[in-house]
């Protein structure tokens, strides 16, 4: 393979073309927000057309070789450049993609239309992840004609709804996507000012647990006592799922310690607005309830709303859990223990039936090597000389182990442009301007120094 001789973008020309490209940079930003593309079942899959679209259109600007794709689900957009000769090719991955705004009430400006207040700008998708595909567009806007590497933008149009088609397209598109380096701009910074690799990420299986007493509902004085209601039924059963502690009592789920950073209580309970008095449940260190161990949540139950509820026994009830699995488990094997504990633990001989929703794997990354440390030195420059730190997340990125599994020898990079506060998923997500700027100035720099690491 020849060697490469184009000269490399110095940090000080870098800087100077990320920071003459970020008010276009933010003004597309703004112009991606605008666009409700929400891809669960019931909304006008039309935006996420159009979100697509747009994707291209700032991928074609770049002048980089454009498609929109899509495999029986939502449309992705692939943006290919050919490295120059003996240099990698870098994969960036995000997702156009939003959540669905829940209660407008709750929000305090139109979700679809950014506004800065306070240094943040706030609207659906600011921060997840149209940040990070804007991300990727200024560090190929800084490099223009120079860029150091090939890339490949795959921008997917699901995620939110489970990247459903997203193993599919891989497949699909394998040998034009390969890649020797993978970006994926879908995680969090561990702090404002304190930059982060995330390395590790827990699973997930969701699923719909149904309890069953009665064949119809019947009149609460004339039968009850004797005959248990479908509702209270439910709720004995799902406070199976927890110790005492709060710890998961679900026998043959794996959990472990092993985080290597603290997270302060107090930040939690702000970050996730806990009520004053609420006590944390589980045992061990924060970091490892949140990240290394396996955790379970009731979503939702189906049953008489309060108000319309008459004086009779509810015959059947059903709720929704998502388990989070620690790294290591198997999808397959927890779901199964999950069902498992569900049906040992039915009270009074009530029918309970399980139903699969849908799940992912947990994944670790070992986050050692030249790509790694070309990664920490991109980041230790863009914010003046933090030390990046390597953390866990407790969310889920399933396709991440579909990328290990599909590129066993590209370096993985999960990197993100979420701080704390942005709230993603919830109202008034939000972007942290500032943190923005020096995730675009990282993301640049680190393209830079992947072609040198690759000449070394």
Not at 109 to 138: C, N, Q, T, W
Not at 231 to 259: F, I, K, M, Q
Not at 320 to 328: T, W
Not at 361 to 389: H, L, Q
Request: aromatic residues 6%; negative net charge.
């Amino acid at each position: 393979m020849p060697v490469m001789t184009t000269p490399i973008m110095s940090e000080s020309e870098v800087r100077a073309a990320v920071e003459r490209e970020l008010p276009g940079v933010r003004a597309d930003l703004e112009r991606l927000v605008r666009i409700p593309g929400i891809a669960f079942d019931g909304f006008d899959h039309s935006h996420v057309e159009r979100s697509a679209e747009a994707v291209a259109e700032l991928l074609r600007g770049c002048g980089l070789d454009v498609k929109i794709a899509r495999s029986g689900g939502q449309p992705a957009v692939i943006g290919k450049k050919a490295a120059p000769p003996g240099a990698p090719t870098v994969l960036l991955y995000a997702h156009h993609d939003v959540q669905p705004v829940g209660d407008l009430s709750l929000w305090e400006s139109d979700p679809f239309e950014p506004v800065e207040r306070d240094g943040r700008l706030y609207g659906r998708g600011a921060a997840d992840d149209k940040a990070g595909i804007m991300a990727h567009v200024a560090a190929l806007r800084a490099y223009g004609d120079r860029l150091p590497v090939g890339v490949v933008l795959f921008i997917e149009g699901e995620e939110e709804y489970g990247s459903d088609s997203l193993e599919r397209l891989l497949e699909e598109h394998r040998d034009e996507i390969a890649s020797d380096v993978i970006v994926i701009a879908d995680s969090g910074n561990w702090d404002v000012g304190v930059p982060a690799l995330t390395t590790s990420l827990r699973g997930i299986v969701n699923c719909f647990v149904e309890v069953r007493t009665l064949g119809q509902a019947v009149h609460s004085g004339m039968f009850g006592g004797p005959v248990p209601d479908a509702l209270t039924t439910l709720v004995r059963l799902l406070a199976t799922l927890h110790t005492d502690a709060g710890d998961v009592a679900v026998e043959g789920l794996v959990g472990h310690e092993g985080a290597t950073v603290d997270y302060p209580e107090d930040r939690i309970r702000a970050e996730a607005g806990v009520v004053e008095g609420v006590e944390f449940i589980g045992t061990g260190r924060l970091t490892d309830r949140l990240w290394t161990k396996p955790a379970l949540s009731v979503l939702g139950i189906d049953a008489p709303a309060t108000g319309e509820a008459p004086n009779a026994l509810v015959p059947s009830a059903k709720a929704k859990l998502s388990v989070r699995l620690a790294p290591g488990d198997d999808r397959k094997r927890a779901y199964e223990a999950v069902r498992t504990h569900l049906e040992k633990h039915a009270p009074w001989g009530a029918q309970v039936t399980v139903t699969f929703e849908h799940d992912g794997d947990p994944c670790v990354i070992d986050a050692t090597g030249p790509m790694f440390d070309a990664a920490r030195s991109a980041f230790r420059e863009a914010w003046d000389g933090t030390d990046p730190v390597d953390i866990g997340v407790g969310g889920s990125i399933p396709f991440i182990a579909t990328f290990q599994e599909m590129f066993p020898q590209a370096a993985i990079l999960v990197t993100g442009v979420e701080d704390p506060h942005a709230r993603a998923h919830g109202p008034n997500e939000s972007l942290h301007l500032g943190e923005f700027a020096r995730v675009c100035l990282a993301e640049a720099l680190l393209l830079g120094k992947v072609a040198e690491a690759a000449r070394s």
